[in-house]
């Protein structure tokens, strides 16, 4: 098992836990806005990390350029270097990471890192399909719509600046249905695993952005 060096990483730290599309990052977004909480994103730590070309990142770029995933060494060599920069009473949202259950361990392997809680946002599959399969972006200026809940008022035609509105091949039913396999099987793992260590809260994600912001206030307090 991988573990964190002996440096001291002091920090509190809720895990995010939710599917693809279960709304996670946005609230992570909103509660980050005015300062009282960190959003570390795997996927912008990652990100900047091949911007600034550092080791890791190069490192973990090679991978990426093949459409592999990021081993977990990697991943977690990335977020004790991020957490190490901050301030120890800083209070941090994990947003994809720890994604396995190798990941969750590593992460409480030091005393010191303070995992305070994992909450899982709970969303029935069929609700996550028609979000992402109904997910349509802009070609030219990437300007996002849903078909549904926030379609161009000309079909087919952005809003901002007319270019053409398509769907990802990422969204499409086939591939969305994978991804959520994929995910359940790995997420039931650090369900588990925090449900064990009496970290686990569940927060129904099918409602709207609003009422899921009021809940999570209320199980950070
Ligand atoms: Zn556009």
Redo the contacts with the bound molecule.
């Keep these: 098992m991988q573990s964190f060096v002996d440096e001291e990483v002091s920090v509190n730290i809720t895990v995010f836990l939710g599917a693809p599309g279960s709304g996670k990052g946005t609230q992570a977004k909103i509660l980050s806005s005015d300062g009282k909480y960190i959003h570390l994103s795997t996927g912008d730590i990652l990100r900047n990390a091949i911007k600034t070309q550092t080791p890791l990142g190069k490192e973990a770029k090679v991978f990426m350029d093949k459409g592999e995933l990021v081993p977990d060494a990697t991943v977690i060599s990335l977020i004790e270097d991020t957490l190490k920069t901050l301030s120890p009473d800083a209070q941090i949202i994990l947003d994809g990471f720890p994604r396995t259950v190798p990941q969750a361990e590593a992460l409480d392997a030091k005393g010191t890192t303070k995992v305070k809680s994992a909450i899982f946002f709970d969303i029935p599959n069929s609700a996550l399909i028609e979000r992402l399969t109904g997910r349509r972006v ?6 996002p719509y849903h078909v549904k809940h926030m379609p161009p008022k000309k079909a087919g035609v ?6 053409e ?1 398509y769907q990802r091949s990422d969204d499409t039913e086939e591939v969305v249905v994978r991804r959520l396999e994929v995910f359940g099987s790995q997420n039931q793992g650090l369900l588990d695993y925090y449900s064990r260590l009496n970290k686990l809260w569940n927060l129904s994600a099918d409602r709207s952005p609003q009422e899921i912001q009021k809940s999570l206030i209320e199980v950070l307090k």
């Design positions: 802009c070609r030219n200026c990437g300007q952005c809003d901002v600046c007319s270019g509105v």
